[in-house]
């Protein structure tokens, strides 16, 4: 009777670790998904803005967008899209380092990340010191020349 039992709780704990790890197989696929974002950071809008396609509301870059979602659902890799913008579109398609030098990375749609704000404080930060320093010795300065 005991050894039934037994043998019925390893065949449930074999059937769970199965599917756990069934799960575990499927799971990073889905963390690891293409987005349109993704593909769009590294594109130049088409039209005369001065936005990287992922910022673009224009029609000119929604339609991009709309296509880059397609080819994503299609199972097309970000290689294979930006290959294909930039044989249909030209170099142009591409963010290019002189589309950077002549402005065309403005993202407006970014938030304040932690370096940001750690950059901002540490900043603030330095010049507090400097100011509060600055002043102490020059107060300090002051007196013992005063003394003097």
Do not use: H
């Amino acid at each position: 009777m005991m050894a039934g039992a037994i043998s019925s709780t390893g065949q449930r704990c074999g059937l769970f670790r199965v599917l756990l790890f069934a799960v575990l197989l499927i799971l990073p696929k889905a963390a690891l998904a293409l987005t349109v974002g993704e593909v769009a950071r590294d594109l130049a809008c088409p039209c005369e803005c001065p936005l990287i396609l992922e910022d673009c509301n224009m029609t000119c870059g929604l339609d991009w967008k709309a296509e880059i979602g397609e080819m994503i659902k299609n199972g097309k890799t970000k290689q294979q899209i930006m290959d294909y913008f930039i044989a249909s579109y030209g170099e142009e398609a591409r963010l290019t380092t002189m589309q950077k030098i002549n402005g065309k990375v403005y993202q407006y749609t970014r938030g304040f990340g932690t370096m940001d704000w750690i950059l901002l404080w540490s900043g603030v930060g330095l010049w507090a010191l400097v100011l509060i320093g600055g002043i102490y010795f020059g107060v300090r300065q002051a007196f013992t020349r005063a003394a003097v």
